[in-house]
């Protein structure tokens, strides 16, 4: 079946740019998510991509998909305390359902 | 416009007992979708609902049943609840079916199993 996996945990310093890196398996995915949940709190929708897209860029935020690799990363720029959050990763294909990696816990360090 | 909204946020209930989670989608969405997050298992999805009709589910037991309503407003209901019930219940709206939109998340129901 389908699997998206991302590394679990990730820290950098306020200010400097984080990377969070998702890869997946269904070659079909159509949809590539980026959702950000903070402490005792829903999933919030950051960002999405189509398949047929390399890159997308929103505000401090600037996704890239290689779809030769199945690989998606997520850049958050000028990365701030407010950032600290955990990041899910998801992909979808037509008539499938959502399929989300396990989530990378963000930390930003002052 | 309104978000996704989830009643009640928490809830304690002993082994053996049933629940009912609501769910209230953005106005407008004709879709929801449920999932249930734990710290060992992840986000996983448990059904969707659009217009009234359930269109998919997910691998969990038939104590976990739901439905929805005329108004696209939602419940989820488990029955002879176990420990290991226990976890964060998110529901999601879109307007189209999940696998051609976006879903937008509510806050979570969290619900603990004594």
């Known amino acids: 079946g389908e699997d998206v996996e991302q590394s679990l945990f990730l820290s950098v310093r306020e200010g400097d740019s984080s990377v969070i890196n998702c890869t997946y398996t269904?070659?079909?995915?159509?949809?590539l998510y980026w959702y950000k949940q903070e402490p005792g709190a829903g999933l919030q929708l950051l960002t999405y991509i189509f398949s047929n897209m390399d890159m997308k860029q929103d505000q401090r935020l600037t996704v890239l998909l290689n779809k030769k690799d199945k690989h998606l990363s997520l850049r958050i720029a000028d990365t701030q305390t407010g950032d600290s959050a955990i990041y899910f990763c998801?992909?979808?294909?037509?008539?499938?359902?959502?399929?989300f990696g396990p989530g990378t816990r963000l930390s930003v360090l002052p | 416009k309104a978000g996704v909204t989830q009643t009640p946020r928490y809830l304690i209930k002993t082994r053996g007992q049933q629940v009912t989670l609501s769910c209230s989608p953005i106005s407008g969405h004709r879709s929801v979708s449920w999932y249930q997050q734990t710290p060992g298992q992840g986000l996983q999805f448990l059904f969707e609902y659009f217009s009234e009709t359930q269109r998919n589910k997910g691998n969990f037991p038939g104590r976990f049943s739901g439905r929805q309503f005329s108004n696209s407003r939602s419940e989820m209901n488990v029955s002879t609840l176990e420990l290991g019930d226990s976890a964060l219940y998110l529901c999601a709206s879109s307007f189209r079916e999940s696998s051609t939109d976006t879903q937008y998340f509510g806050p979570g129901t969290r619900l603990t199993v004594l």
């Open positions: 269904d070659s079909s995915s159509t949809y």
């Open positions: 998801a992909e979808k294909s037509y008539g499938q359902n959502f399929v």
